[in-house]
T-cell receptor, first 115, second 113 residues
């Protein structure tokens, strides 16, 4: 079984400042890693994913994340945030296996971008 | 290409009733997964269907069930509703070319009174 911990439940940040959202996971098997964003009254939108290969993954809207296997982490970063980045962000893992989709999510991090 | 669609978007039911939610995946996607989102428990996996067969199942009671049709559309049913079933129910679909990646619909907000 896997588990995901998002270390910060809320992150206030000023516009144009950098932001980092922390995610740690636990799994006994190889996993895929994802970050999703949820805007108010909407579903989840995929920001980026790590399947294999380069540990630095670039996603949409200027976000990037780095996979660190030794620290079992997958932190999300953006060098300069906009007001429109105000949303809730979810880190998720799934087992690296051929059949079946089952995402295990962290508890989410609410990002509030202040002008 | 149209995204994942879910109907209805909002639903109000009373305890003891049953409810059916519908999900239409992105065209060409054959895998459909369902998740429950609540403030207390967060996002939790319910089940996944692929080619009309349940392929994975989460840790929910038997009151929660689902099915998938030959056109990949899926429905989930909750019987004997409880207050705690109030949640946002999200559906996600995956393409054959990238079965690891799920694309989510806008969800159905269910309120149980």
């Amino acid at each position: 079984a896997q588990s995901v911990t998002q270390l910060d439940s809320q992150v206030p940040v000023f516009e144009e400042a950098p932001v980092e959202l922390r995610c740690n996971y636990s799994s006994s098997v190889s996993v895929y890693l994802f970050w999703y964003v949820q805007y108010p009254n909407q579903g989840l939108q995929l920001l980026l994913k790590y399947l294999s290969g380069s540990t630095l993954v670039k996603g949409i809207n200027g976000f990037e994340a780095e996979f660190n296997k030794s620290q079992t982490s997958f932190h999300l970063r953006k060098p300069s945030v906009h007001i429109s980045d105000t949303a809730e962000y979810f880190c998720a893992v799934s087992e690296n296996k051929a059949a079946g989709n089952k995402l295990t999510f962290g508890g989410g991090t609410r990002v509030l971008v202040k002008p | 290409k149209a995204g994942v669609t879910q109907t209805p978007r909002y639903l109000i039911k009373t305890r003891g009733q049953q409810v059916t939610l519908s999900c239409s995946p992105i065209s060409g996607h054959r895998s459909v997964s369902w998740y429950q989102q609540t403030p207390g428990q967060g996002l939790q996996f319910l089940f996944e269907y692929f080619s009309e067969t349940q392929r994975n199942k989460g840790n929910f009671p038997g009151r929660f069930s689902g099915r998938q049709f030959s056109n990949s559309r899926s429905e989930m049913n909750v019987s004997t509703l409880e207050l705690g079933d109030s949640a946002l129910y999200l559906c996600a679909s995956s393409p054959p070319s990238a079965t690891d990646t799920q694309y989510f619909g806008p969800g159905t907000r269910l309120t149980v009174l």
